[in-house]
């Protein structure tokens, strides 16, 4: 496809010496059009049926990277007040996967404390009176939907957690979600666009082709896992036993 945008300032532009023939051109941000347009172009089939089901293709490959990846822009971050005595489960939303890290403060300008994940069982051997009150010091995952604080908070408490969830879904601005651009579309689009070519692949019964855009899928989802590693990396200290003594780490290789 012919890139209609003027931009001289493109490296494209510039290679090419004037309008150019692209895949993606990033001064146009990709969103939920953009992507079905792709998506419709690549497979050439621009039936309605086939447009018809290019939202669930999206959705499926939405839900398929979310699994694959271990991102930061994944994570979300939200405050619960928890009352004194409150030994009920503390709720979380329906889009998170992993629980991260569970802290608390007592009141605005206080140190922040971080809880220690256990089991279930742990928790509830260690503080088996939910009654009983106390400092929080452990969390657990309790259901898909809500984690659980031991001991009973003892005083009004602020808990932030910090998650891995699912971004809202992608979908057309006359459909009643407005989102129509999100992390994926703005920060992993080729996984998404190969991830929605493998469901539309699958649709079509094009068997042969599966396996083109399923490898597709698979380096771009390892591009971002190693882009995931650089970002939690420390290059600035040298790892070290916490014990002291000898550095008893292998650093890579060496």
């Not at 999100?182 to 396996?211: H, P, R, V």
């Amino acid at each position: 496809r012919r890139c209609t945008w003027d931009c001289k300032s493109c490296n494209l532009w510039r290679s090419s010496n004037g309008p150019h023939y692209y895949t993606i051109c990033w001064l146009v941000m990709p969103d939920y059009a953009y992507l079905k347009s792709d998506l419709i172009n690549t497979t050439e089939n621009d039936s309605t049926e086939f447009a018809t089901q290019v939202p669930f293709f999206i959705n499926k490959a939405e839900l398929r990277i979310t699994k694959d990846i271990d991102d930061v822009g994944l994570d979300e971050y939200v405050n619960v007040s928890v009352s004194a005595g409150n030994a009920g489960a503390v709720p979380l939303n329906d889009r998170v996967r992993i629980v991260r890290n569970v802290n608390y403060k007592v009141s605005a300008g206080t140190a922040v404390t971080n809880l220690l994940q256990r089991t279930i069982e742990y928790v509830n051997d260690y503080w088996p009176v939910s009654a009983s009150t106390g400092t929080p010091r452990y969390y657990t995952r309790r259901t898909n939907s809500s984690i659980k604080i031991v001991p009973t908070p003892d005083s009004a408490t602020t808990v932030e957690i910090q998650t891995a969830s699912q971004p809202l879904a992608l979908a057309s601005a006359t459909d009643t979600s407005v989102t129509t651009s999100n992390y994926f579309s703005e920060y992993c689009y080729d996984a998404l666009f190969y991830g929605s070519l493998i469901e539309a692949t699958m649709y079509m019964k094009d068997w042969e082709t599966l396996q083109v855009w399923q490898t597709e899928y698979q380096n771009s989802i390892q591009t971002l896992r190693n882009q995931a590693r650089r970002t939690r990396q420390d290059n600035m200290e040298v790892a070290a036993s916490p014990a002291g003594g000898p550095d008893t780490i292998t650093q890579a290789g060496s």
